[in-house]
């Protein structure tokens, strides 16, 4: 089956500073990626939709100028989030449609904690 | 906005036991997905049901689309350790994948 895959699978760094966060779908070509935050416990809320060659689409209450997106190519989508604190700290998902009948592959999610 | 009740929310069995769990919501879906979510991964897709009245199975899993289109459940049968998991239906409406609405989830634990 279609494979994504994500990268770092964690992070730690310090309140203020930046972190990309990589989506690669491997054996597809994905015009749109998606990513999801998910807390201890929770279920998946979608944070945006990324667009290859064009500018992404936020959810209502995101803010687009502290995720920034990326999707560059047809396989990769970046995710930054930029001058963290601890209140990001969370795990990211991203994911990604191939395959017969578009289904939605994940991937194995980064998280990230903020210090 | 639309929203799914997924039940329950957890449970405890015993190896060998089958498991039922479900999804219903106010809203019609096009399309029913169930995952499973391990500790600190992302969510593996199970089964997908694309009609309404569609009945699939994956090896000892088996799902159902609702005719109203408004519910989905998921069958597991004779658990095995290994089921352990987090298990998340989701929604899909309108045209794009990722217009997908989750449900908290069903934290399934086997005993063996």
């Known amino acids: 089956g279609a494979v994504v895959s994500q990268h770092p699978s964690w992070v730690i760094c310090k309140s203020g500073t930046s972190v990309k966060i990589e989506c690669r779908s491997l054996?597809?070509?994905?015009?749109?990626m998606f990513w999801y935050r998910q807390f201890p416990k929770q279920s998946l809320m979608l944070m945006a939709t990324s667009n290859e060659g064009s500018k992404a689409t936020y959810e209502q209450g995101v803010e687009k100028d502290k995720f920034l997106i990326n999707h560059a190519s047809l396989t990769l989508s970046t995710l930054t989030v930029t001058s963290a604190h601890p209140e990001d700290s969370s795990f990211y998902i991203c994911s990604a449609a191939g395959g017969a009948h578009e289904k939605l592959f994940f991937g194995s999610g980064t998280q990230l904690s903020v210090l | 906005g639309q929203q799914l009740n997924q039940s329950p929310q957890s449970m405890f069995i015993q190896e060998g036991e089958d498991v039922s769990m479900n999804c219903t919501s106010s809203?019609?879906?096009?399309?029913w997905l169930w995952y499973k979510q391990d500790p600190g991964e992302g969510p593996v897709l199970l089964i997908a049901?694309?009609?309404?009245?569609e009945l699939t199975s994956n090896g000892r899993l088996t799902a159902q689309f609702g005719i109203t289109r408004k519910d989905s459940f998921l069958n597991i049968s004779a658990s095995i350790p290994s089921d352990v998991g987090i298990y998340f239906c989701a929604g899909q409406y309108g045209g794009s994948q990722g217009n997908l609405i989750f449900g908290k989830g069903t934290k399934l634990s086997v005993k063996p």
């Open positions: 049901l694309y009609k309404a009245g």
């Open positions: 054996d597809f070509q994905a015009t749109t």
């Open positions: 809203s019609i879906f096009n399309t």
